[in-house]
């Protein structure tokens, strides 16, 4: 699966995130020797004992809710984090990638999905986010675009609209905020159930677990 996954993303430009939680590392070491280097993880503990485990090329993308106070385990090695869903968060991000002396690659993360509990921002806190004072001082955190997840449905046309929403908030803060950033560029969303529409729907990065790996217990 994984090589006719990558036949179908690579033509297109779309990167494919190998989402590896749960799984161990001779799994992902297997994935690496056909050459992957970008894996996802959405747990702090679990990015951090994987990553020291494994070899140092390998892009780590974080893409599940992070907390303030884990931020600083991440830090040092984190390749991009897709989940920023809040000014404090990027606050604590900015304090330790500046102690670090990094620049840190970030996603904002939208709610674009009908189910209550996932997390994420909403347009209008987008908004008063990157129009704040505390925002416009960061010199660590680099906004490189969005990130969200559907809502877990079968019907095809509710998450097409879901990913074409996300698009068009892509569209509008690039406009808005990043017209003179080329690196606001990327518009994470897709996952094993979803990813084709989302290709469809203008993805740049789509984060793939059980379609590579099998189900996760
Ligand atoms: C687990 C997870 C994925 C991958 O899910 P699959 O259905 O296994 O492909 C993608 N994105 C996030 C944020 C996840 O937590």
């Known amino acids: 699966m994984y090589e006719e996954l990558l036949k179908k993303l690579q033509p297109r430009g779309v990167r494919l995130v190998v989402v590896s939680k ?12 056909c050459g992957q280097r970008d894996f996802g993880e959405n747990r702090v503990q679990e990015l951090v004992q994987k990553a020291s485990l494994l070899p140092n090329d390998i892009r780590w993308h974080l893409i ?3 907390q303030t ?6 830090i040092p ?16 991000i900015e304090k330790h990638a500046r102690s670090t002396g ?9 709610h674009i999905a009908q189910e209550a509990t996932k997390y994420g921002l909403t347009e209008q806190e987008a908004h008063d986010l990157l129009q704040s004072a505390e925002y416009a001082g960061l010199k660590h955190v680099r906004l490189c675009g969005v ?17 074409r929403h996300l698009r068009r908030i892509f569209e509008q803060l690039k406009e808005q905020y990043f017209a003179q950033a080329p690196y606001f560029r990327e518009l994470s969303m897709g996952m ?15 984060r793939i677990g059980s ?5 996760r217990n």
Not at 22 to 33: A, D, K, S, W
Not at 69 to 74: L, P, S
Not at 103 to 110: A, R
């Open 77 to 92: 090695f984190v390749y991009m984090i897709h989940s920023v869903d809040s000014l404090r968060l990027m606050l604590e």
């Open 192 to 206: 094993s159930s979803d990813w084709s529409i989302a290709v469809e729907e203008g993805s740049t990065i789509v």
């Open 64 to 66: 599940g809710h992070l």
């Open 69 to 74: 106070n884990k931020v600083r385990h991440v």
């Open 211 to 215: 379609l590579i790996f099998g189900e």
């Open 102 to 110: 990094r620049i840190v690659d970030c996603l904002l993360q939208f």
């Open 22 to 33: 749960t799984h161990p590392p001779e799994r992902i070491l297997e994935l690496y020797r």
């Open 147 to 163: 990130m969200g997840m559907a809502t877990f449905t079968d019907d095809v046309d509710q998450i097409r609209a879901e990913f």
